[in-house]
């Protein structure tokens, strides 16, 4: 990866961090889920996917399915940088109004299917890239999960029958930020050690830096990792990446800060100086 390349993904991740802050208010949104994947969602927009706002009904496009549709903040983040939506939509944010809300909806150009209940997308993205392979096209399909999703079964079935039928052309990704909506998932379900899990089901897997926009490069541009099973990434994570008054904080999954708080913290973006933060955090029982 170029030092400009390297630059330009770095400027764009701050922007979409920029967007994520200004989501959490006047209802909130889930921060600090979000904050931990806009470096891959940035990345896999801008430099890896076939996927344009020129394009999206193209059968030929590549697929992204955002299966932690709770992180739709970095993915509207991202969709606003790069031109597939409009900046002024992001103000309607859970507003009757429009479709900007705390999971995807398809009325939004570039969300290829909604997702809030978790673990269902892995078996629709593989649903779309045996479609691909049956029409003999090259598309590469996506599906990004939790590491506290991997709790749900579906996601091991939908590996299951992708092993079985050798899908290569299907890649699961996992934002491992360690932790499940308030709990770290280590105290919770324990997932570790995680790759060996992905290999027994019939993975071929690797495991990176989920920042590190080098290693991301790395990574995808080597997929499919082999010629008769689907890939797996396991991308390490920071809950709250950037913002060091939550980062790895179990009770900063979802924030809904007052409108001061949101100032600070888009300034403690630049800094990186934490600051104090008085709102309420939400507790999950």
Not at 101 to 112: A, D, I, M, Q
Not at 201 to 221: K, W
Not at 244 to 268: H, K, T
């Amino acid at each position: 990866m170029t030092p400009e390349t390297q630059q330009k993904l770095e400027k764009m991740a701050l922007k979409v961090r920029e967007h994520i802050v200004r989501l959490s208010t006047d209802g909130g949104c889930f921060t600090g889920a979000s904050l931990s994947c806009a470096d891959l969602l940035v990345y896999l927009y801008s430099e890896f996917l076939n996927v344009r706002p020129d394009n999206l009904q193209d059968p030929t496009r590549d697929y992204l399915f955002l299966s932690k549709g709770h992180d739709v903040p970095a993915l509207y983040g991202t969709f606003v940088e790069l031109g597939f939506l409009d900046k002024v939509r992001l103000d309607q944010h859970l507003s009757t109004d429009d479709h900007i809300y705390w999971h995807p909806n398809r009325h939004v150009p570039g969300v290829e299917f909604h997702s809030g209940s978790l673990g269902h997308l892995p078996s629709v993205a593989l649903g779309v890239a045996m479609d691909c392979r049956m029409r003999g096209q090259a598309n590469k399909v996506i599906v990004i999960t939790g590491d506290g999703e991997l709790n749900e079964g579906t996601v091991w079935e939908s590996l299951l029958v992708a092993s079985a039928h050798k899908i290569n052309n299907l890649t699961l990704v996992v934002d491992r930020n360690h932790f499940q909506a308030n709990v770290a998932t280590e105290d919770l379900i324990p997932l570790e050690p995680m790759a060996p899990k992905f290999e027994a089901f019939g993975c071929e897997v690797r495991r990176i830096d989920g920042h590190d926009f080098a290693q991301l490069e790395d990574a995808f541009s080597a997929l499919p990792f082999s010629g008769s099973k689907p890939s797996v990434i396991i991308c390490d994570t920071v809950r709250g990446r950037g913002l060091p008054s939550i980062e790895a904080r179990a009770d900063r999954w979802f924030c809904n800060f007052s409108s001061e708080e949101v100032e600070e913290l888009l300034r403690e973006l630049h800094s990186q100086v934490a600051t104090t933060l008085t709102s309420e955090t939400l507790t999950v029982r």
